[in-house]
């Protein structure tokens, strides 16, 4: 079965970087879309950045400049690199993973666990 595992979380001072890490099982990883998601605490969970199959990125305007998506598929893994970083930032950050194929944003697609970012001030 499908299995996404999120790594690299913790407390952070304002201004530092973490990387995260999710490493995906069960399906053939190079031909599904991976995004990472956040939401803190009381707020709705936001889409932080997509990496396609192919490799193209996207981010939402809030981490743009800062954050960084990429994706290892001979270790059928992807990463989130995350500098600069603002207290806005905490947030529980969660892994996912849709099949790449025509619709594919409006597909459930499958959710890691997720891991925890705390940036204090």
Request: proline content about 2%.
């Amino acid at each position: 079965q499908v299995q996404l595992v999120e790594s690299g979380g913790g407390l952070v001072q304002a201004g530092g970087s973490l990387r995260l890490s999710c490493a995906a099982s069960g399906y053939t990883f190079n031909s599904y879309v991976m995004r990472w998601y956040r939401q803190a605490p009381g707020k709705e969970r936001e889409l932080v950045a997509t990496i396609t199959s192919s490799g193209a990125t996207v981010y939402a305007d809030s981490v743009k400049g800062r954050f960084t998506i990429s994706r290892d598929n001979a270790k059928n893994t992807v990463y989130l690199q995350m500098n600069s970083l603002k207290s806005e930032d905490t947030a529980v950050y969660y892994c996912h993973a849709v099949a790449d194929m025509p619709g594919w944003a409006r597909r459930p697609g499958y959710w890691g666990l997720g891991t925890q970012v705390t940036v204090s001030s």
